[in-house]
């Protein structure tokens, strides 16, 4: 019972999909119905992208360009800058975590030679908050878009028109709160990490199974080619990228298909749902992702409407919000509360202000662009 405790504590969301999926199977058995379940398409684009960017950073191809990008930063304001745009612009096709877990790290380091606690603090909130709207203006920007661009076949100038609009606003709103940082001097210089040539053939190799993976998500590859040639070419460069992929956020979108697929046959719990969401899909996906997040939140509302734009757009703008809105936005939170001086009340009383004040004006935005189609 300890460990599966500690097990839970460590993985809620997959925990509690789990719990949903066996609860909905007491009023489903299982049978037939429940191989047409699962979208096979987004769970091997997903896996196959994990893996593909697992390889990039294993070869060290996302520190080369920080710290390329980062020799010409002399003062707080444009470290922070630097940084801010590159979780925004890498997210787009690396995914927000991953932006994330690449950045953040550095974001501490750096701040630990420049000693400005308060700036730290914004840098790391800018951060999140611009990884995980960045990634939602592309398809393979994270996990909810993967899915929602297979499940309603939509094509790819519908998703970027529904998108652009509130992905370049929120571009200029970072920036502008990105000019609220100092203009001062750095105290240190950025760290440098200990750098290598980046190795030609694992990072042509990756790169191809990057490209692979771009054109199964745009339907140009058949996905059983994309899962076999990462598969094999994984294998030969370095098979110990197996480990590394996220098979407990795979594990949380089949129990949710589960949970989906079985509620959707109740008549009644179908009917309710779908009564809720008639018209209103913009604001329950966003507040629905402030208690379940927005990958769960869109599996499970993709059930109960035609409406994909409003969908798309609503658990998208929902990963602002709480700091569970976006499981990404943990991972920021996980790295600065164990950092040496963190003040983690400070920060979420800063990371709620900036998140809940986009999310406020984007959903104003997004709520007047859905009126105009």
């Given at each position: 019972?300890?460990?599966?405790?500690?097990?839970?504590?460590?993985?809620?969301?997959?925990?509690?999909?789990?719990?949903?999926a066996?609860?909905?199977m007491?009023?489903?058995?299982?049978?037939a119905?429940?191989?047409?379940y699962?979208?096979?398409?987004?769970?091997?684009?997903?896996f196959?992208?994990?893996?593909t960017?697992?390889?990039?950073?294993?070869?060290?191809?996302?520190?080369?360009?920080?710290?390329?990008?980062?020799?010409?930063?002399?003062?707080?304001?444009?470290?922070?800058?630097?940084?801010?745009?590159?979780?925004?612009?890498?997210?787009?096709?690396?995914?927000?975590?991953?932006?994330?877990?690449?950045?953040?790290?550095?974001?501490?380091?750096?701040?630990?030679?420049?000693?400005?606690?308060?700036?730290?603090?914004?840098?790391?909130?800018?951060?999140?908050?611009?990884?995980?709207?960045?990634s939602?203006?592309?398809?393979?920007?994270?996990?909810?878009?993967?899915?929602?661009?297979?499940?309603?076949?939509?094509?790819?100038?519908?998703?970027?028109?529904?998108?652009?609009?509130?992905?370049?606003?929120?571009?200029?709103?970072?920036?502008?709160?990105?000019?609220?940082?100092?203009?001062?001097?750095?105290?240190g210089?950025?760290?440098?990490?200990?750098?290598?040539?980046?190795?030609?053939?694992?990072?042509?190799?990756?790169?191809?199974?990057?490209?692979?993976?771009?054109?199964?998500?745009f339907?140009?590859?058949?996905?059983?080619?994309?899962?076999?040639?990462?598969?094999?070419?994984?294998?030969?460069?370095?098979?110990?990228?197996f480990?590394?992929?996220?098979?407990?956020?795979?594990?949380?979108?089949?129990?949710?298909?589960?949970?989906?697929g079985?509620?959707?046959?109740?008549?009644?719990?179908?009917?309710?749902?779908a009564?809720?969401?008639?018209?209103?899909?913009?604001?329950?996906?966003?507040?629905?992702?402030?208690?379940?997040?927005?990958?769960?939140?869109?599996?499970?509302?993709?059930?109960?409407?035609?409406?994909?734009?409003?969908?798309?757009?609503?658990?998208?703008?929902?990963?602002l919000?709480?700091?569970?809105?976006?499981?990404a936005?943990?991972?920021?939170?996980?790295?600065?509360?164990?950092a040496?001086?963190?003040?983690?009340?400070?920060?979420?009383?800063?990371?709620?202000?900036?998140?809940?004040?986009?999310?406020?004006?984007?959903?104003?935005?997004?709520?007047?662009?859905?009126?105009?189609?």
């Open positions: 019972m300890k460990r599966f405790l500690q097990w839970w504590k460590g993985q809620p969301v997959l925990g509690i999909s789990l719990l949903a066996l609860v909905s007491c009023f489903v058995p299982p049978d119905g429940y191989l047409s699962c979208n096979r398409a987004v769970l091997i684009q997903l196959c992208l994990m893996l960017v697992a390889g990039l950073r294993s070869i060290g191809v996302f520190e080369q360009v920080t710290q390329n990008l980062l020799k010409r930063a002399g003062t707080v304001r444009r470290v922070g800058m630097f940084l801010v745009q590159l979780c925004f612009f890498s997210a787009m096709l690396v995914t927000n975590d991953v932006a994330l877990l690449t950045f953040v790290p550095l974001t501490l380091l750096l701040f630990q030679e420049i000693g400005d606690e308060k700036s730290r603090i914004w840098v790391i909130v800018l951060e999140t908050a611009a990884a995980n709207l960045g939602m203006m592309t398809p393979v920007g994270n996990p909810q878009n993967l899915y929602l661009y297979a499940a309603y076949q939509l094509h790819t100038a519908d998703f970027f028109r529904t998108m652009l609009p509130a992905g370049v606003l929120s571009w200029l709103i970072l920036l502008g709160l990105s000019f609220l940082l100092p203009k001062t001097p750095c105290a210089k950025p760290v440098e990490t200990a750098s290598s040539a980046i190795p030609k053939k694992p990072a042509a190799v990756y790169l191809l199974l990057f490209l692979a993976c771009l054109l199964t998500v339907r140009v590859l058949p996905d059983w080619l994309c899962l076999l040639l990462t598969a094999v070419l994984v294998f030969l460069c370095d098979k110990k990228l480990a590394q992929a996220d098979y407990c956020l795979l594990g949380t979108f089949v129990c949710f298909f589960v949970f989906v079985n509620i959707a046959r109740v008549d009644v719990i179908r009917d309710f749902f009564g809720v969401m008639q018209g209103r899909e913009l604001w329950v996906s966003a507040a629905l992702s402030q208690c379940i997040s927005n990958v769960p939140a869109a599996v499970m509302l993709s059930g109960f409407t035609e409406n994909a734009n409003a969908l798309l757009l609503g658990v998208n703008l929902g990963g919000g709480t700091p569970i809105a976006s499981l936005s943990l991972i920021s939170y996980q790295f600065y509360s164990k040496v001086h963190s003040r983690p009340g400070k920060y979420l009383g800063i990371f709620s202000a900036v998140n809940f004040g986009m999310l406020a004006i984007l959903l104003a935005v997004g709520w007047l662009q859905l009126r105009s189609f």
